[in-house]
């Protein structure tokens, strides 16, 4: 009977792309990958991810695999409020006997698929750690384990759109998703503004909510028509506007994403200013900062390269972040929660407004060396903080500045530092 259900229990697709509130979520793929695929700075997708919705019977069998998988990890006492080597060795346990009762009974699952592993960018060879497009069982262990230790009570919808998907294919997937975890209290998804102006109803967006989401992460990158047709966004800010408002009043939350430096150098102000100016129409609920980092052989790149794109600098991020901040009048709660993102600057508007200001007037009050070695610091500590610890690589990096384990940045030159500093932005986890 043991050896039945262990073999029961296969893999299940996992969401590694997923915003960054979500990183201990349950995930479950409702569809896969991303059918617009054309932003100019986006490589998630780009190295031959095709898009497909998933058959709900994929999509139960996955869920049902998930949760028997979670009932014999609470029998086995895996997981609870901390890592600890009893817990590693109890899961290792668990997989090993997984495994060998379903090569027993004659399963065999598909190889573990890491499909950035072979892109031009070694940013993206390195993120393949982690983009896992069929994970084994292992992985979902390691999935669960950080679910039920941040307190197993959210869940993530992907991939790329699920707004694409009808209400009733997710209410399916969130009932069974209940019924084998009753502690679910929030559901979320990422969307795409267009989808909700132009292709759901408002009564379809109120039929996502009675299925059980709660909130929907839009990326709409930026505010500045100019800005959204030269990343081939496909989207237009009355998009992001309509399709907010029409979310809003479905009685869903609607969180934003923007893209500090997107407009690069010639379309700063523009893209700082409308940003402000949709957010201020489509009033979300969340606004999150998430800076462009621009990857090896992305349409942006190219862009740089022919000299039709001049990369922001930090200095000018910081600005864009400040004129956005200056001129939001609606009640929103900002964040900094990307590892790409230099400053910390959070709060609620208007209420944190002085706060945040003053967060970026310090940085950019500095003389232009400190900018710079504040800048690399920051990425070193984004680093050890997402990772657990400095890689051999990145030390291998910054030993220029590395004096008995702490930062001393002596004759380093600002070239030098400047190099370091990319170099460890280039390792970090948009």
């Known amino acids: 009977m043991e050896n039945e259900r262990l073999a029961r229990v296969r893999p299940f697709e996992i969401c590694s792309i997923r915003p960054p509130t979500e990183n201990n979520s349950l995930t479950f793929r409702l569809s896969r990958n991303c ?21 709900v019977s994929e999509v139960i069998a996955d ?20 890592y600890s080597k009893v817990i590693q ?11 060998k ?3 027993e009974a004659g399963v065999t699952d598909r190889h573990r698929c890491l499909p950035l592993e072979n892109s031009p960018d070694p940013r993206m060879r390195w993120f393949s750690s982690w983009f896992v497009e069929y994970p084994d069982i292992t992985d979902c262990v390691e999935h669960l384990m950080s679910w039920r230790i941040a307190g197993g009570s959210t869940c993530f919808l992907g991939d790329a759109d699920s707004l694409i998907l009808k209400p009733e294919f997710m209410g399916l997937g969130t009932s069974h998703i209940r019924k084998h975890f009753m502690g679910i209290e929030r559901f979320t998804v ?19 909510k009675e299925a059980g989401l709660d909130r929907v992460h839009f990326g709409i990158e930026s505010g500045s028509a100019d800005v959204l047709k030269k990343i081939k966004k496909g989207e237009t800010p009355e998009d992001h506007v309509e399709g907010s408002l029409k979310t809003a009043r479905a009685g869903l939350s609607c969180s934003f994403y923007v893209m500090p430096g997107l407009g690069g150098m010639e379309l700063s102000e523009s893209h700082a200013v409308q940003t402000a100016r949709v957010i201020n129409e489509a009033a979300p609920d969340y606004v999150r900062i998430r800076t462009l980092e621009i990857f090896e052989g992305m349409p942006l790149d190219d862009m740089r390269r022919k000299g039709e794109f001049t990369e922001a600098d930090d200095d000018t991020a910081a600005r864009e972040i400040r004129k956005m901040i200056e001129e939001i009048r609606v009640p929103v ?4 929660d990307s590892a790409t993102n230099l400053l910390p ?8 407004r002085g706060k945040m200001l003053a967060t970026i007037d310090e940085y950019l009050a500095k003389p232009p060396r400190e900018r710079l070695e504040y800048s690399l610091h920051a990425r070193i500590s984004a680093f050890a903080g997402q990772y657990g610890a400095l890689s051999a690589e990145v030390l291998n990096a910054i030993s220029p500045v590395l004096r008995d384990k702490r930062l001393d940045f002596g004759t380093a030159s600002d070239e030098e530092i400047k190099n370091m500093t990319a170099f460890v932005k280039s390792r970090l986890m948009p």
Not at 47 to 55: D, E, I, L, M, Q
Not at 67 to 81: A, F, K, P
Request: aromatic share 10%.
């Open 345 to 352: 600057v959070f709060g609620s508007l208007p209420k944190d």
């Open 89 to 99: 060795e109890r899961a290792l346990s668990l997989v090993q006997r997984i495994r």
């Open 35 to 55: 059918y617009w695929n054309k932003c100019g700075f986006c490589p998630i997708y780009k190295t031959g991810a095709k898009f497909a919705k998933r058959p």
């Open 101 to 103: 009762a379903r090569e």
């Open 190 to 208: 990422y969307g795409r503004t267009r989808t909700a102006a132009r292709i759901r109803s408002e009564g379809e967006l109120a039929a996502f």
């Open 333 to 336: 709660e900002i964040l900094s």
């Open 63 to 82: 869920i049902e695999s998930a949760g028997l998988l979670n009932e014999l990890m609470v029998e086995n006492g895996i997981g609870g409020s901390m």
